[in-house]
């Protein structure tokens, strides 16, 4: 089956208004005017009102967005979106009073998702991941992390990653492939953690990296899973390959993680529900971005907040995203996770805005080239029938409308914006 490309975004795109926190203007936008967008090249050229848009751009194209509001391309900076099976008994066991814990030490949690995922073809698996896909990118969705961690050897971390790399492609969206082979201990290494940690370090990271499939390294630093010296020594074999690193911090207990992440220049820390001062303050000396979870706290009806208000206090960068997985965050929609943000964790709108498009793309290293609308950046952008921009972590439960540009192609026109550049002028 082929699919034609989605027609290009060339143009000027004109009479929208941009969220001004998200939006780097080449001319100051006066308040109230609306805005235009140049693309070129599927390139964002300019930005400011339509009175001062340069006349080379005049021939354009021209795309009435009849005041819709503009945002950057949203991107989910923590995903394990490629497994086989599902864990639906697992929320029913928890629902009956066992802890996550208690159901991974049962044989459940993360190990069960990888003898599924074991078991499934490379096509099972980007049959399986497409649609959750899908429902992310039809939000708005532009550049996505995805991580491996339920193949845990070689040839099925391979297939995991490889899998992401193809979705990518099938989807004109940007991916980031990020190595997690130290997610649980598989089963035939129990009570060998030291041989697998070896095993990571020395033979599956660098096999991987040197296929091109090693984008970052996680770890899941926790008493369930690898302790804080196996997470320094994947960090050293990865520092070793010059690949950066983000770390699954203190998601249920202060292990130290996010300061020793912080020393190796980590992207990120994520959960971070136990986050001490001292891993404040190492992360924010580091410029690591904290990525918050609320999808992973709802599921397992966590109460233990994560330190919102020291956080921003220190002036660390604030991400949000889906944590997308089987067991902990089956969770498909991004903006939800933007309103989870700001009533359980209590994240202002304009920090909920910000956490799922300009930090969340420093979290993946993408900040020169997502999370902004800003000249001379590929053009990822969302354009909403919304009045006010804090409608977007307000309403939840549906799919919003709305016309996405990703990769400087019209990805979706649900607002009917480009199509109707295609009607006879003046009609
Ligand atoms: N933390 C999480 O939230 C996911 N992995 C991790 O390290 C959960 C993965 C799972 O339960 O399958
Ligand atoms: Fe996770």
Redesign the pocket.
């Known amino acids: 089956m082929t699919q034609l490309p989605p027609p290009s975004a060339d143009g000027i795109w004109h009479h929208l208004r941009p969220v001004p926190e998200l939006t780097v203007f080449d001319e100051p936008l006066p308040a109230g005017e609306p805005a235009c967008v140049v693309v070129q090249d599927a390139t964002v050229r300019w930005v400011g009102p339509a009175t001062a848009l340069p006349a080379t751009y005049a021939d354009l194209p021209r795309h009435d967005a009849r005041g819709a509001l503009a945002t950057p391309g949203l991107v989910d900076c923590h995903t394990?979106l490629v497994?086989g099976g599902q864990?639906a008994n697992e929320f029913a066991m928890r629902l009956a009073g066992a802890t996550?814990e208690e159901v991974?030490q049962a044989g459940g949690?993360?190990v069960s998702?990888v003898k599924a995922t074991r078991e499934a073809s490379e096509d099972e698996l980007f049959a399986l991941a497409a649609p959750r896909l899908q429902a992310l990118l039809d939000e708005g969705v532009c550049a996505i992390e995805i991580k491996s961690?339920?193949g845990l050897a070689l040839e099925h971390e391979r297939k995991q990653l490889r899998v992401a790399r193809r979705l990518g492609t099938a989807f004109g969206v940007t991916v980031r492939t990020t190595f997690?082979g130290a997610?649980a201990l598989p089963p035939e290494y129990a009570g060998r953690s030291q041989d697998y940690t070896d095993l990571v370090c020395t033979e599956m990271l660098p096999a991987l990296a040197a296929e091109g499939l090693v984008d970052a390294v996680d770890v899941?630093c926790?008493r369930i899973?690898f302790t804080l010296a196996e997470t320094e020594q994947v960090f050293q074999a990865a520092q070793q390959l010059g690949i950066p690193v983000k770390l699954?911090a203190e998601?249920l207990s202060d292990m130290g993680g996010a300061a020793l992440a912080a020393r190796y220049g980590a992207l990120s820390c994520d959960?971070i529900e136990h986050l001490s001062q001292g891993g404040i303050a190492a992360m924010k000396a580091a410029g690591t971005v904290a990525v918050l979870?609320p999808g992973?706290y709802y599921t397992l009806r966590d109460t233990h907040l994560p330190p919102i208000a020291q956080l921003r206090e220190a002036g660390v960068p604030m991400a949000v995203s889906t944590?997308h997985?089987?067991?902990?965050?089956p969770a498909l929609s991004l903006l939800l996770m933007a309103n989870m943000a700001c009533t359980l964790f209590r994240l202002t709108v304009p920090e909920a805005l910000a956490g799922i498009t300009t930090h969340a793309a420093r979290a993946l290293g993408l900040q020169d080239t997502h999370g902004l609308i800003a000249a001379g950046r590929p053009a990822h952008f969302v354009l909403w029938p919304l009045g006010d921009a804090a409608e977007l972590a307000y309403w939840y439960g549906h799919k919003p409308a709305c016309t996405i540009v990703r990769q400087g192609r019209v990805a979706a026109d649900g607002l009917g914006i480009h199509t109707h550049q295609e009607a006879p002028h003046g009609a």
């Open positions: 394990h497994y864990r996550y991974a949690g993360i998702s961690g339920y997690l997610h899941f926790e899973a699954h998601q959960h979870l992973a944590d997985n089987p067991g902990t965050s």
